[in-house]
T-cell receptor
């Protein structure tokens, strides 16, 4: 059974204070690791997909990295608008030609002005 | 980016009624759509996977007669919660993909059963 564990559960940062969010996973046949951002009362918004260990992707103040056991979402000089819950998910083959995502519980990030 | 529209965003109804939620992919043909349920401070839990033109595949513990899923076209899937009860109150979210891109999510439906 695929498992995804995110830490910390919640993180408070001062504006400009860089940090990292962790996503540890176990999966039978990784077909991609995904990071999403979710704002309160909204659906998840896609950020990144990583497929192989050593891969890195960047978008504005965010950078995602991947190893064989975990992924990190690095936030550089965050701004209050970066406040959200960040979700990590692993994709695996579910049979009958379909792939499915298994999500972690997320890290709630609060950036204080 | 890809847009997925979910409607309604919020519904309140009496116990025993049925509620239909629509999920539309607006700018791509969704070969597969997914339905999730999310409780406060919990992760998204997959309920079912729906491929266009075929029966949905339900996750273990999800009653297929309770949660009816229809994926009749490449742009529309519906979830009907039949004879809803207070324990069915939750945040329901759909997503869509065409296999060439990641799952894109709707903004969810907050369902409250009185």
């Amino acid at each position: 059974e695929d498992q995804v564990t995110q830490s910390p559960e919640a993180l408070r940062l001062q504006e400009g204070e860089s940090s990292s969010l962790n996503c540890s996973y176990t999966v039978s046949g990784l077909r991609g690791l995904f990071w999403y951002r979710q704002d309160p009362g909204k659906g998840p918004e896609f950020l990144f997909t990583l497929y192989s260990a050593g891969e890195e992707k960047e978008k504005e103040r965010l950078k995602a990295t991947l190893t064989k056991k975990e992924s990190f979402l690095h936030i550089t000089a965050p701004k209050p608008e970066d406040s959200a819950t960040y979700l990590c998910a692993v994709q695996s083959y579910s049979g009958a030609g379909s792939y499915q995502l298994t999500f972690g519980k997320g890290t709630k990030l609060s950036v204080i002005p | 980016g890809a847009v997925v529209s979910q409607h309604p965003s919020w519904v309140i109804c009496k116990s025993g009624t049925s509620v239909k939620i629509e999920c539309r992919s607006l700018d791509f043909q969704a070969t597969t759509m997914f339905w999730y349920r999310q409780f406060p401070k919990q992760s998204l839990m997959l309920m079912a996977t729906s491929n266009e033109g075929s029966k949905a595949t339900y996750e273990q513990g999800v009653e297929k007669d309770k949660f009816l899923i229809n994926h009749a076209s490449l742009t529309l899937s519906t979830l009907t919660v039949t004879s809803a009860h207070p324990e069915d109150s939750s945040f329901y979210i759909c997503s869509a993909t065409d296999r060439n891109q990641p799952q894109h999510f709707g903004d969810g439906t907050r369902l409250s059963i009185l």
